[in-house]
């Protein structure tokens, strides 16, 4: 029985060896990924950097209903955008902040220590999430990780083209087809996360549960996207419409 439970105590050892050094390399992995598939020729630039109130990005979302396709190198730029974007760090406190006062994966804890590691798993949840939806499956699929507005048109069919986006796409050849690399990218991020969320969540459950937040959370930026502009320019005739108070005669 001694030998047994000397041997099993070995391989627990073994195995979190091995997790540590997976947690490790991941890092290493992706910057060798996006090296090798961010080409150097670069024809196309993502969608101009302009922000929806001043604050919320816009990287990945075009006007252009005819716009050229992205390079690898073009989706990998939309990916690297986002994730550095200082809003992202602000949107991921904020889900921490919530995860922390409904005391989501327990085992994490209150207090700033806890806090913290719910905020670093936000944080790697966006930047896997990402990676993969929007720079990984995108360029081995061919398809294009762009939010295309529709800009005009009734409520409803608006509406309609922006929860669509979550399951339908384009090619880069302009063909419009079920959106893989969104489905796929945020079970393969789902599937990461495992890696450092608490070992006793780590489950199929979890892969699919931060797959459909993920889901979620990007449809809910496509309507963002959609309705976005047109609140920003009738906010702002509004504003420079404000009548100026005319001053008493003297």
Known sequence: MRAV???????????????????ALLPLLFALASLAWAQDADKTNPPDS??????????????????????PRGKFRIFRQNVTDPFTFVGTAIQ????????DFPSYGQGAAGYAKRYGAAVADFA??????????????????????????????????SL?????????????????????GRIAAGGVSTLYYPAEDRSVGLVFSRAGIGI????????????????????SKKKSQKPTQELPPQ
């Open 96 to 103: 921490a902040g919530i995860g922390q006062a409904t005391n």
């Open 128 to 161: 896997t999430g990402e990676f993969m939806s929007t720079f990984v499956f995108p360029t081995l699929l061919h398809e294009d990780p762009r939010y295309f507005r529709e800009g005009e048109g009734s409520f409803k069919r608006r509406l309609g083209h």
């Open 164 to 184: 669509a986006s979550a399951f339908v796409t384009r090619t880069d050849s302009g063909r419009a087809t079920f959106n893989w690399s969104n489905s796929l």
């Open 216 to 235: 979620i959370f990007g449809t809910a930026g496509a309507v963002f996207s959609e309705f976005g502009p047109d609140l920003q320019r009738k906010f």
């Open 5 to 23: 439970a000397t041997t099993m105590a070995h391989r627990r050892k073994e195995y979190s060896s091995v997790r540590l050094k997976s947690r």
């Open 50 to 71: 302009e922000r929806v109130f001043g604050v919320v990005r816009t990287f990945g979302i075009t006007n252009d209903k005819n716009a050229e396709p992205l390079t």
